[in-house]
Structure formats: C-alpha cells, structure tokens
C-alpha cells in the first residue's frame, strides 16, 4: 500500500512542478468536471486525503475553503503541512489495520460500513482519478501532461539476497 501513496505523491510533485510553467489564470479557471481548475484540484486532493487520514485517527476534519489557497505556492505549503501526519499515518499502516471497521453517515442521512483498508485504497484511487483529469486539462491548454508512469520511478524495494 504504501508504494501506491508514493507513487500518488511523486506524481503530485511533478505536478506541482508542471503547475510552475503555467499561468496563475489558466491553473484558476473552472474547468468542466471535478471540483473546479486545475489548482482546485490539487488543493482538494490534498484536503481529501488529509481529512481521510484524520477521520480514521478520530480527530477533527479540515473545513479551509479553497478561496484562501489561491496560488500554487500557498497549495504546496498546505501539502508541505498536511504530508508529515499521513506520510506517518500510512508507514505505520499494519495488516492489523485492514479490517477495522468504518463507520459513516452521508450527507443524505445513509450509513456505510466500510474496513479501514478499503478507505485507504479509495484514497490512492481519489487521486488518480483526479490526477486524469488533470492530464485532460493540460491538452486543453496545449501542455504536455505529467507522466502517470508508475514503472521507472523506482517506488519498489527490493531485498539483496
């Protein structure tokens, strides 16, 4: 699991870095689909999974709106901020942790039951979900989009033997 989070994280940085290159009105302007631009997204990622990490810690939730994150600089210090607690949450993560159950009321009143393990991997799917649109967003704007290569980054570890 954890090679997947830094595999999501390596692919944020070079979007971040691909965000630097471009201009602040096109990373600002409402994009159709997602949950706005180009720079929204990134900043709702991280809230997302943020926010998931704290809910299964049982601590509070982030409630910031976008609107005081308006600069790519300003989204990367809140990722900057965010990183230590869910880089901690997700290399302590144990297969104890798999099957804990999870509870939660929808907005419309439903309850779900979920595990613990199925919310981290909507986590990872949440963010390359997001990270396609992004790719199609950059095409509108003729950019070349981020490499969504998960082969030659080297997230794996191998053993000597």
Wanted: net charge negative; hydrophobic share 40%; charged share 25%.
């Amino acid at each position: 699991m954890h090679m997947m989070f830094k595999y999501n994280w390596a692919v944020r940085e070079d979007w971040f870095k691909w965000c630097e290159g471009v201009d602040e009105a096109d990373l600002l302007q409402k994009r159709i689909g997602g949950v706005g631009g180009i720079l929204h997204t990134l900043f709702h990622i991280i809230d997302v999974e943020w926010s998931w990490v704290r809910v299964l810690q049982g601590k509070s939730d982030f409630n910031e709106s976008f609107d005081q994150y308006r600069s790519i600089q300003q989204v990367r210090d809140l990722e900057a901020a965010f990183r230590p607690e869910v880089e901690a949450f997700v290399l302590d993560w144990s297969d104890s942790l798999e099957n804990v159950e999870f509870r939660d009321i929808s907005p419309d009143g439903r309850e779900t039951l979920d595990t613990w393990g199925e919310v981290m991997r909507h986590m990872i799917a949440h963010e390359i979900h997001h990270i396609g649109q992004l790719s199609v967003w950059s095409r509108e704007i003729g950019k070349q989009p981020v490499s969504a290569n998960l082969i030659g980054r080297g997230l794996a570890s191998f053993s000597k033997s």
